[in-house]
């Protein structure tokens, strides 16, 4: 009797695993879909499911341009929010996806170097701004201010795109050695860079425009991309996946490039 | 003197112990009660290391019901020998001279009474059971009590070697002139170390004149004619 | 039921779930990997910085937890006792970036800004207490235990020799918890080295400064570094088993 009961114990913990297993794979029931009057009629992917990984500084628009794209084509869209590096990560790593959307086009050229790449679009630009607390407000006003003692800074780490090219903005002006202990905090996502600013913890910080804008924080100056590097967002239809739907879901989000717009990115001309 | 008067105390609506009075003179009493009876609780109200509900409790002249256990001054011998496992002998038995009480001298005399010259280096865990009671014995001893509550203090030891420390613990018992309240379950014990008997049952206590009735009266709880 | 049914489901899931994780990460190490690693400072600075903040952490939880069981030991029915019992498993049961951002808040310079430029945060302090506040439950917890498990007659008998509460807590409880208190470091300190969100918000993740291995880790990983970060890990792996193994040894000694 024992012996009975503890194979069904194992069973069932087989069973369970399996069934996580395929739950995570799968099925996120599809975004609501208010809002979206071009419901096309068509239908054309009607039940046909395509996984999309979105670097996480994307989701508030990305969110609606999936709505979007749900409704008018019936497509199911299995989306996973991510940091850019750890999304490449897994695709490298063999995770199936069709389609693969950066917040740094230095991961595309990585797609295209592992032969994974089946195409590719750059899609928005965006701009390394200087973000102010209310605290700095009074002390920063430009990137040389920076250099001043009892100012903090606050930028990203190396593994999120956004650090990169900040160091790189600091660097090329000239501000980098002159900064002293000047960078107090260097946290893993750009969200944490933007929230130290927000509570006024620091007195300025080095973002994305997009998420300054997003979480309403004052920008002093705006770094040109001569200084940061180009930073563009770009998508690549990962090899081996649905490439039709792929293509169909780039052709729409770029179609409704006007959504990022309005949250702070621009257009890749 | 020890005095307790009305002691009543419940654990979880459960009545423990039901209004007891209780006299010790300067003797050693028995208190003859089966396991659950009630008897390590009462010991433990009289000691202040457990609360009472109702009641009272006098050491000498002076009612001790609300000090807690480290004012009142009581020589206190529990069921298991709870020797200090990080301290040798020696630092045992002079323990309550940290607190003040007892002097150097006594704790001289009671090694010599109890025989523990040679253990006095040793930690508990390298001892026999009955050098482990004697350890006990002195210790509780040598802060020079106003009561001494012992609790099965021989629990666990073969019938010989009882025989064989229950003469001495009377002896050092009688010595020191205080009242001995003495627990146990064990009527021939009973028999060899008190001056007077009492039966607890059922969380009452009741005065008996000797170990038999006792016996009696703690196996069958009739009351007779008291 | 015998034995070998035991042994056919226990062997392979821990073996599989467990062991193989570790061998996995073994495996993947690259000797140019290794040297790149052995040859950055940063790596040894974050050693250091980890270890040190952690062995602190770890001293500093045992302090509260020692503090706790006095109370959870002899005064159950007091209010201190009754809040601090409630709050005790709070820290574990918050998100490790929700912990890191309570204690900016808390902390940072908009409370404790006499304390410096950014208050306490983004200093080697505020990792020490980032770590203190996810690790603490643990050791309370262990010393709990250690306090459940002792004879209380022990306590009485202190007592009646003339010892307060306090007294016959810390010449009598403490010293017989000595176990319960050692496993109590180990596992605040093993704690400690893992965490990271929390100490990456409020610490600052400072490479050379405040950044600890952890987090060395994960970054080596986003910026593609997997030889360094594998490395890295193994290292960590290292560290562990000796935890581990001095905890055993420790034991043995005791049994």
């Avoid at chain 1, 879909?33 to 096309?40: I, K, L, P, T, V």
């Avoid at chain 1, 905090?185 to 969200?191: D, I």
């Avoid at chain 2, 420390?165 to 002896?171: G, I, Q, T, V």
């Avoid at chain 2, 021939?188 to 000797?210: K, P, T, W």
Wanted: proline share 4%; aromatic share 8%.
């Amino acid at each position: 009797m024992k012996k009975y009961l503890a194979l069904c114990l194992v069973v069932l913990l087989a069973l369970g695993m399996v069934g996580i297993v395929g739950c995570n794979s799968g099925d996120k029931p599809p975004v609501s879909q208010e809002g979206n009057q071009a419901a096309d009629d068509s239908q054309q992917y009607k039940g046909q499911k395509l996984t999309l990984f979105v670097a996480a500084g994307m989701k508030k628009p990305m969110d609606e341009i999936i709505a979007g794209f749900q409704a008018k084509t019936g497509a199911v869209v299995s989306v996973n929010y991510g940091p850019s590096g750890g999304l490449y990560a897994q695709i490298d790593q063999g995770q199936p996806c069709d389609l693969y959307y950066s917040a740094d086009w230095i991961y595309i050229d990585k797609v295209e170097q592992a032969e994974k790449l089946e195409k590719s679009r750059k899609f928005l630009k965006d701009n390394v701004v200087l973000a102010v607390s209310d605290t700095g407000a009074a002390k920063v006003n430009n990137i040389n201010d920076l250099t001043k003692p009892d100012v903090s800074l606050v930028l990203a780490d190396p593994q999120a795109p956004v650090g990169v090219y900040a160091e790189n903005a600091l660097r090329a002006l000239k501000v980098w050695d002159k900064l002293g202990d000047n960078i107090k905090a260097r946290p893993t996502t750009v969200n944490q860079v933007a929230i130290m600013v927000k509570e006024d913890q620091v007195d300025a910080g080095l973002l994305f425009s997009s998420v300054a804008r997003g979480n309403e924080l004052k920008v002093v100056e705006t770094i040109d991309e001569k200084d940061s590097g180009e930073i563009v967002f770009g998508c690549a239809a990962i090899k081996g996946g649905k490439s039709e739907l792929a293509a169909a879901f780039m052709d729409y989000a770029s179609e409704n490039v006007n959504v990022f717009e309005k949250y702070g990115w621009k257009a890749y001309e | 003197m020890l005095k307790v008067q009305g002691i009543s105390k419940s654990y979880n609506r459960e009545r423990v112990l039901e209004n007891v009075s209780l006299e010790v003179s300067p003797e050693i009493k028995a208190l003859i009660g089966l396991n659950g009876s009630g008897k390590s609780t009462l010991l433990k109200i009289i000691a202040g290391i457990v609360p009472l509900d109702q009641g009272k409790v006098w050491l000498g002249d002076e009612e001790v019901t609300r000090q807690p256990p480290e004012k009142r001054n009581v020589g206190y011998v529990p069921q298991n020998p709870a020797l200090f496992q990080h301290l040798t002998v020696d630092e045992n038995i002079r323990y309550g001279l940290r607190n003040g009480r007892g002097t150097e001298n006594v704790v001289q005399e009671m090694v010599e009474l109890m025989d523990l010259k040679e253990v006095l280096h040793k930690k508990p865990s390298e001892l026999s059971g009955g050098y482990k009671s004697r350890t006990c014995l002195a210790r509780a001893l040598v802060p020079r009590p106003r009561v001494m509550l012992l609790d099965e203090p021989l629990n666990g030891m073969d019938a010989a070697l009882k025989e064989k420390m229950l003469p001495e613990f009377r002896k050092v018992l009688k010595a020191s002139g205080i009242p001995v309240l003495f627990v146990t379950h064990d009527v021939r014990e009973a028999e060899l170390v008190a001056d007077s008997f009492a039966v607890i049952h059922d969380g009452q206590v009741h005065a008996v004149g000797g170990a038999e009735e006792a016996f009696h009266k703690m196996c069958t709880g009739s009351l007779g004619g008291e | 039921m015998n034995k070998a049914v035991i042994n056919s489901i226990f062997l392979p899931l821990f073996f599989l779930l467990v062991v193989f994780p570790v061998i996995a990460l073994v495996i993947n190490l690259d000797v140019q990997g290794i040297q790149a690693t052995m040859a950055d400072a940063f790596f040894w600075i974050s050693v250091r910085n980890t270890v040190i903040a952690a062995a602190l952490a770890a001293l500093l939880g045992l302090v509260v937890a020692i503090g706790f069981s006095y109370y959870y030991l002899f005064y159950q029915d007091s209010i201190i006792y009754r809040i601090a019992n409630l709050f005790n498993d709070l820290p574990i049961a918050l998100p490790h970036t929700v912990a890191g951002l309570a204690l900016l808040l808390a902390f940072g310079r908009k409370t404790c800004g006499f304390l410096g430029e950014t208050g306490a945060a983004f200093t080697l302090l505020a990792v020490v207490l980032a770590m203190f506040f996810v690790s603490y439950s643990l050791a309370a917890r262990t010393l709990v235990s250690g306090v459940d498990q002792m004879e209380k007659e022990v306590v009485d008998v202190a007592r009646t020799l003339g010892d307060n509460t306090a007294q016959a807590y810390f010449r009598v409880v403490l010293p017989m918890m000595g176990e319960a208190i050692f496993s109590g470091f180990i596992l605040g300190f093993s704690r400690s080295v893992s965490e990271f969100a929390a100490v990456i918000m409020f610490g600052g993740n400072l490479p050379g400064s405040t950044q600890v291995l952890a987090s060395y880790v994960f970054t080596k990983v986003e910026v593609g570094d997997l030889d360094m970060a594998v490395t890295a890990a193994v290292f960590c792996v290292l560290l562990s088993l000796v935890i581990v193994s001095v905890l055993s040894f420790r034991r043995v000694r005791h049994a």
